[in-house]
């Protein structure tokens, strides 16, 4: 094979994988790893690239909870990952709905149910204040979450 072969066909490889890469990285994706898919598959993978759907929009639209920090929809009014109640501002005054010592409080005990249940089926369990990090060791095994949840959920198949 000689150097012209191969630039014919380099050549529409790697301009489908800068051309993929471009595109993706628009929307928000890694335009790295689409610069391979666009090498390997390059009659398919600037197509792809053009009907993925952007993802910086979707993160404009999130925050952190309070609690857990996870990302959450800015409209939110509990946390799908603690469960913990949000603050809310209407629109027409700026006070919150609830008390903030109140969700801390609802928050607390939901975590010490959580601890209280672990340790009444027989696990070791670790859990700093002011984290959310909970550790449960139990046989050798050691499960960990940041997700309160996600916790509560795993007592509950136990």
């Known amino acids: 094979m000689d150097n012209s072969t191969i630039f014919i066909v380099l050549l529409p490889a790697l301009i489908s994988g800068l051309a993929s890469a471009i595109i993706a990285s628009q929307k928000g994706r890694d335009g790295f790893g689409w610069f391979f898919v666009g090498v390997l598959?390059?009659?398919i993978a600037i197509p792809f690239a053009l009907v993925a759907s952007p993802i910086r929009s979707n993160i404009e639209s999130l925050k952190a909870c309070d609690f857990c920090k996870e990302l959450i929809n800015q409209k939110a009014v509990k946390c799908p990952h603690c469960q913990s109640e949000l603050k809310l501002y209407s629109e027409k005054s700026a006070k919150p709905k609830k008390?903030?010592?109140e969700?801390?409080?609802a928050q607390t005990s939901a975590r010490d149910k959580v601890l209280t249940k672990a340790e009444e089926l027989g696990f070791e369990v670790n859990a700093?204040?002011?984290s959310s990090r909970i550790v449960f060791k139990k046989?050798?095994?050691k499960h960990e979450f940041l997700?309160?949840?996600?916790?509560?959920?795993?007592?509950?198949r136990q």
């Open 41 to 43: 598959f390059m009659p």
């Open 139 to 141: 046989n050798g095994k």
């Open 103 to 105: 969700i801390g409080t």
């Open 128 to 130: 700093p204040e002011g």
């Open 99 to 101: 008390d903030r010592g």
């Open 147 to 156: 997700i309160l949840k996600r916790a509560q959920d795993f007592l509950e």
